[in-house]
Every structure is written in C-alpha cells, then in structure tokens.
C-alpha cells in the first residue's frame, strides 16, 4: 500500500453513510485490518448526502472514497469501480432476503404470499432508483414501475387472493435501493386490495420491529454478510422468506480516474 498522493488529497477520509448500516460496520472493520489505513477515519453520514460527495467530487475530477453497493444508481450515473478488497472485509456477493414477523402467514397469508413470491434482478431495482434520483416521486416510480411489469407482478401475486383494505406495514431504511424496492412491494400489495404503511427506520429498528411484531415484514435484510449481526439478533424471532435480489455487493467505490485498484492501494 501507500499511496500518499489520494490519502492525502481525501484528507485519509472514507465518506460513509447513515450509521447502523453493515457497510459501516464492514468499514469500521477494514480500518482495523488493512494496516494501511491505520491512520484513516470513517465519516458517517447519510446515504443521499454520500451521492451528493460524490457528485461534486465526481464534477472536479476530485479523488473521492465511498462506502457503496450494488444495485444502486451511482453506477449508472458515474464510472465508478469497487475496489479490490484482498482480506475479504466486504464478503462475497450477497442476496437481499425478505423477513417476515411470525404469525403472518396464518393471519394475512395473501400478504404472506406476495413477500413470499415477490423477486426481481438488480437491473429491476436499479430502473426504479434511477427514476427516483433523477427526480420521481418513490411511490410514483413504484407505481409506474409495476404498471410497466405486469408479468412479473402477476407472478408475485400469483394465488393470492384479494383482501379489504386490511392493514399491512412494511418496514425499511432510507438506503436508495430499499426506498425502491419497499415502495414497488407496497404497491403491489395495495394493488390486491391492502391498506399499505412504510415504516422508516434505522437498520437495528428495522430489524427489532420485525421482530417484535410492530411490522409485518421487510425486503431489506442483505445477508450473508452485510446484516449478519442484526441476524444474529433477531434471526430467530423472524419468518425468513428468501432471497428476493440476487447478485448484490458492498464495498469501497471510487470514481475510475482514481489510481488504486486495492484497499491495499491506500
Ligand atoms: N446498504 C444498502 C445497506 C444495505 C442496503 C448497503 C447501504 C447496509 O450497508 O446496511
């Protein structure tokens, strides 16, 4: 490692997101074991003041260090790439699992069904963020997103019968893929007849309200890695549903112009 010129031109800074989040917590570790950055900090912040880092960074040709995922439309947006993370910090690739409270599926099994069918790529989740940043309403993104995929909604609703208005909350966190993908699933379960609540809360109340009843359910648990400490928490009081994403990753990100490849890079 030791690359004085970027340490020095980012003031040894990582510009991180809303605390609580497991890409926080994979940081805080990477600062421990890569040596390199023994003398570097995390900032915390939230996820839309790190895109707009980023942004003005980006503008400057400015060097810049994120702590980013995929799906998200930062991609689509820059030319960015992860870098590598030889000790293996940042996991494999990861999947974004449905959790539900117990009791669901006796209770509002057409809800129960729907989280339980609802799965769809990162391309998908992708197309309702960028609508989003680029400045769409969620709800309005969700809703025009879910008229467009008709096929692939009636898959997820696929045997489950229409309700009356009956009561459903989701649970989420403001991280720009979550905002997508919870208002896409609430528009869907509104579309079979549920009166529909998006909760947003931390990660850790996330997850505890899951847990606890005080939602019904959540799509934004990424495991194995991201989330595994809120799992290990509240894993057993939670209905596991499975995957809903395939192909998800978190990571350092840089805008391509910056010279590192590697963490070890720093
Ligand atoms: N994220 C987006 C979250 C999960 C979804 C990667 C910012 C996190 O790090 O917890």
Redesign the pocket.
């Known amino acids: 490692g030791g690359n004085e010129g970027i340490g020095e031109q980012v003031d040894y800074k990582i510009i991180g997101?809303?605390p609580?989040?497991?890409?926080?917590?994979?940081t805080e570790t990477a600062l421990e074991e890569y040596e390199n950055l023994a003398d570097w900090s995390l900032v915390e912040s939230s996820?839309a003041a790190m895109a707009s880092e980023l942004q003005k960074a980006y503008d400057k040709k400015e060097p810049i260090i994120v702590?980013?995922?995929t799906p998200?439309w930062k991609f689509a947006k820059f030319d960015l790439k992860y870098l590598e993370d030889p000790k293996g910090v940042y996991g494999e690739a990861?999947v974004?699992q449905t959790l539900v409270r117990e009791g669901l599926q006796e209770e509002q099994p057409s809800a129960y069904t729907v989280l339980d069918q609802f799965f769809w790529t990162p391309d998908d989740m992708a197309n309702v963020m960028v609508e989003i940043q680029e400045g769409a309403d969620p709800a309005e993104a969700a809703a025009a997103w879910v008229e467009e995929n008709s096929d692939k909604v009636a898959e997820w609703t696929n045997g489950a019968e229409e309700v009356d208005g009956e009561k459903i909350k989701l649970a989420y966190?403001a991280?720009?893929?979550?905002i997508a993908s919870t208002n896409v699933v609430g528009k869907v379960l509104e579309s079979i007849g549920y009166d529909v609540d998006l909760l947003q809360l931390d990660?850790g109340p996330m997850f505890a309200a899951v847990a606890e009843g005080d939602a019904d359910g959540m799509v934004?648990a990424?495991l194995p890695g991201?989330?595994a400490s809120y799992m290990e928490e509240y894993g057993d009081k939670l209905v596991d549903l499975g995957p809903n994403l395939e192909g998800?990753a978190?990571g350092l990100v840089v805008p391509t112009y910056v010279e590192a490849d590697s963490i070890e890079d720093l």
């Open positions: 997101i809303e609580g989040a497991g890409i926080m917590q994979a996820s702590t980013g995922w998200h990861e974004i966190v991280w720009d893929s979550e990660a934004a990424w991201t989330h998800a978190i």
